[in-house]
Antibody
Framework: QLQLHESGPGLVKPSETLSLTCTVSGGSITSSTYYWGWIRQPPGKGLEWIGN???????YYNPSLKSRVTISVDTSKNQFSLKLSSVTAADTAFYYCARRGNPYWFDPWGQGTLVTVSS | QSVLTQPPSASGTPGQRVTISCSGRSSNIGSNSVNWYQQLPGAAPKLLIYSNNQRPSGVPDRFSGSKSDTSASLAISGLQSEDEADYYC???????????FGTGTKVTVL
């Protein structure tokens, strides 16, 4: 059964870079059928798609975050990662990684990790 | 960036049928398939319906989805206490070039 697990610092200072890694188990990240994505959710609020990556390294980002987002993949570790630069308190959220299928849907999701931006 | 509008809340008694609407535009629901996600309290979202009306393996057939023009609906028949959760619709938006989620609906079982 495919599982995803997010890891990374739970606290990031304003203006710094948020870095998270998603480890995929129970399946290969190099599957030609799927992309891999990041979604976030501020506490008590709705969901926001951040971006996707294919195992080849091809990416697509939410235009509203594009200038600050980098998603990368490490096929040797079956992992993909998120970097979000110049963070502010507005970036405080639960960050989820998920597998993206076609047409556009996300399943399964990781359990999520809360990242708080605060000095 | 929630361009998909849902009612903030819905409720019903056990056994009842509850329907949640999702209103969009020609650039999202009108052009692309709709998905529904269930988020139980304190948990990650889970795919409930994909491609407008398809259920992933393991999702009870009490859940059903439909789409018409620029709107979609999720129906829960035979409501159960464990269905108490937040529900989000979602679709790709061709104009914004973003995967957009709905505003979310909290379902309460009375």
């Amino acid at each position: 059964q495919l599982q995803l697990h997010e890891s990374g610092p739970g606290l990031v200072k304003p203006s710094e870079t948020l870095s998270l890694t998603c480890t995929v188990s129970g399946g290969s990240i190099t599957s030609s059928t799927y992309y891999w994505g990041w979604i976030r959710q501020p506490p008590g609020k709705g969901l926001e798609w951040i971006g996707n990556i294919y195992y080849s390294g091809s990416t697509y980002y939410n235009p509203s975050l594009k200038s600050r987002v980098t998603i990368s993949v490490d096929t040797s570790k079956n992992q993909f990662s998120l970097k979000l630069s110049s963070v502010t308190a507005a970036d405080t959220a639960f960050y989820y990684c998920a597998r993206r299928g076609n047409p556009y849907w996300f399943d399964p999701w990781g359990q999520g990790t809360l990242v708080t931006v605060s000095s | 960036q929630s361009v998909l509008t849902q009612p903030p809340s819905a409720s019903g008694t056990p056994g009842q049928r509850v329907t949640i609407s999702c209103s969009g535009r020609s650039s999202n629901i009108g052009s692309n398939s709709v998905n529904w996600y269930q988020q139980l309290p304190g948990a990650a979202p889970k795919l409930l319906i994909y491609s407008n009306n398809q259920r992933p393996s393991g999702v009870p057939d009490r859940f059903s989805g439909s789409k018409s023009d620029t709107s979609a609906s999720l129906a829960i028949s035979g409501l159960q206490s464990e269905d108490e959760a937040d529900y989000y619709c979602a679709a790709w938006d061709d104009s914004l070039t973003v995967y957009v989620f709905g505003t979310g609906t909290k379902v309460t079982v009375l």
